[in-house]
Nanobody, 116 residues
Framework: QVRLVEYGGGLVQPGGSLTLSCLAS????????MGWYRQAPGERRELVAD???????HYADSVKGRFTISRDDVKNMVYLQMNSLKPEDTAVYYC??????????WGQGTQVTVSF
């Protein structure tokens, strides 16, 4: 019933910027906590940023001041604006609903590669 689709990933040079988008179908994003997670090869999936139904946000220490999570209730989308990107940010980024507790609460992921 719920489908989350991420897009906007790609190759970017260190110091560059990239915006990721998450389109939700079968769910109203404003009614759920929404988050962005990432997973690098050989590493655990980690929370990058999340936004509550009330609009409050939280960020991992590693991305504070560089990333911004936002929500568009009209378009039913969630965004992750990434600035001052570092090679360490290279990972597959996932959009998730309700902390990703259910399998269908996750998107398919989009690859972000920060490199020259």
């Amino acid at each position: 019933q719920v489908r989350l689709v991420e897009y906007g990933g790609g190759l970017v040079q260190p110091g560059g910027s990239l915006t990721l988008s998450c389109l939700a179908s079968g769910s109203i994003v404003s009614l759920h906590p929404m988050g962005w997670y990432r997973q690098a090869p050989g590493e655990r999936r980690e929370l990058v940023a999340d936004i509550s139904s009330g609009g409050g946000t939280h960020y991992a220490d590693s991305v504070k001041g560089r990333f911004t999570i936002s929500r568009d209730d009209v378009k039913n989308m969630v965004y992750l604006q990434m600035n001052s990107l570092k090679p360490e940010d290279t990972a597959v980024y996932y959009c998730a609903r309700d902390g990703g507790r259910q399998l269908d609460d996750w998107g398919q992921g989009t690859q972000v590669t920060v490199s020259f």
